[in-house]
């Protein structure tokens, strides 16, 4: 049974450009949600996506996007890119919309 | 408006002794509670979790602790393992919403 991976690992991006963060689901697991932890801090929820389609966001502005395929793997889109966008992305799976998740290693994004 | 807090960022035990870490909440909706444990490039792992209509839940070395009128909960670890050396975050959450995580509390383990 393969857990959650997630790519790139580590990426530099300058203000203003956009990024793709991409997560696989562990085996089973339908729903995926996303999360940020900033420096020093516990992860924030983004947005959860279920069976495709968004289910919960967060307080992140629009501009903070994502996918869920039909494979469940997903995807997470930033545009515009800040300096305050530099953080730790967590992917997150789970069986169902359910409490228990399991997260893969992040994604670390620097932003210059 | 933080919603879940750990209010000790860091915490040393000496290994074989109890570890208790805290975590204190504002929202009264919340309904179950988790802890999970981070080690250092890797993502949070799921550790014990507690509903709230228990008080207590115990796994092995592990036990969660609930005070629902005092909106606070607890995980002892006992006895504690150099592997038990991690950051450990307080989570919760009502029905099927988003989990609200604390900031954390690194616990180290001093052999």
Same mark, same amino acid.
């Given at each position: ?18 990024? #793709? ?80 998740? #399991? ?10 | ?20 870490l ?13 802890w ?28 969660v ?9 607890s995980l ?23 989990? #609200? ?11």
């Amino acid at each position: 049974e393969t857990g959650v991976t997630q790519s790139p690992t580590h990426l530099i991006k300058t203000r203003g450009q956009q990024v #793709t963060l991409r997560c696989s689901s562990q085996s089973g697991h339908n729903t995926v949600s996303w999360y940020q932890q900033a420096l020093g801090q516990g992860p924030q929820f983004i947005f959860q996506y279920y069976r495709e389609e968004e289910n919960g966001r967060g307080n992140f502005p629009p501009r903070f996007s994502g996918l869920q395929f039909p494979n469940y793997s997903s995807e997470l889109n930033v545009n515009a890119l800040e300096l305050d966008d530099s953080a730790l992305y967590l992917c997150a799976s789970s069986p169902s919309v359910a409490n228990v998740l #399991t997260f893969g290693a992040g994604s670390r994004l620097t932003v210059l | 408006d933080q919603q879940v807090k750990q209010n000790s960022p860091s915490l040393s035990v000496q290994e074989g002794r109890i570890s208790i870490l805290n975590c204190d909440y504002t929202n009264s909706m919340f309904d179950y509670f988790l802890w999970y444990k981070k080690y250092p490039a890797e993502g949070p792992t799921f550790l014990i979790s507690i509903s709230s209509i228990k008080d207590k839940n115990e796994d092995g070395r592990f036990t969660v602790f609930l005070n629902k009128s005092a909106k606070h909960l607890s995980l002892h670890i006992v006895p504690s393992q150099p592997g038990d050396s991690a950051v450990y975050f307080c989570a919760a959450n009502f029905g099927n919403e988003k989990l #609200t995580f604390g900031t954390g509390t690194r616990l180290t383990i001093i052999p």
